[in-house]
């Protein structure tokens, strides 16, 4: 009734409800490809004063044709340098991160076998987000500290107080001066 007594009323009711649509619509977020974190697992492994080519044949290589068996593996890519050896290994969409980081670790603790026996540590295996890259780096100087002491300083207190941060994944110190008796 109102609309038919008041015409004019009625057009820039709906001229307006048609704009704000048209703005709406504008502001509207388009995602054209999903946000997917495809299941990721790294292996690390560590070996002091080795060169990248015996990292590369004695731990990396071993490995890898360990690894390669385990169902519903995408891909498998690699890294040796100096000292440490680095296997990503990414697992189909579907798969079960937990049964394939635990397949991944089966597989490495057969293997550990064949590996050499003056290894730093054993494989460090851990389950990684696609987009795992440094958020925030620290560096830490000091005029009335030496770089060991403040390497001591930072592995035992900054690294701890860093830990217990809610939301902190990891906290890594590189560059770190440890003393060495030769």
């Not at 937990?98 to 540590?121: F, G, H, I, M, Y």
């Amino acid at each position: 009734d109102i609309a038919l007594k008041r015409p004019i009323g009625a057009t820039v009711l709906s001229l307006f409800i048609v704009l704000l649509g048209i703005v709406g619509f504008n502001f509207l977020g388009i995602r054209l490809y999903p946000a997917i974190d495809p299941p990721i697992i790294t292996v690390s492994t560590s070996y002091t004063g080795a060169n990248a080519e015996i990292i590369e044949s004695q731990i990396t290589e071993v490995l890898e044709r360990s690894i390669n068996g385990i169902e519903g593996v995408k891909s498998i890519s690699s890294s040796s340098s100096i000292g440490s050896s680095n296997i990503t290994v990414e697992f189909e969409l579907d798969a079960d991160l937990e049964k394939a980081a635990n397949d991944v670790r089966d597989k490495v603790s057969q293997a550990t076998r064949r590996l050499p026996q003056d290894l730093d540590s054993p494989p460090t295996i851990t389950k990684a987000d696609a987009n795992s890259e440094p958020i925030m780096m620290l560096i830490a100087q000091s005029t009335m500290m030496n770089a060991m002491e403040l390497s001591e300083y930072a592995d035992n207190v900054l690294l701890e107080k860093f830990q217990t941060i809610p939301g902190i994944s990891s906290v890594s110190i590189f560059g770190e001066q440890k003393p060495a008796m030769r």
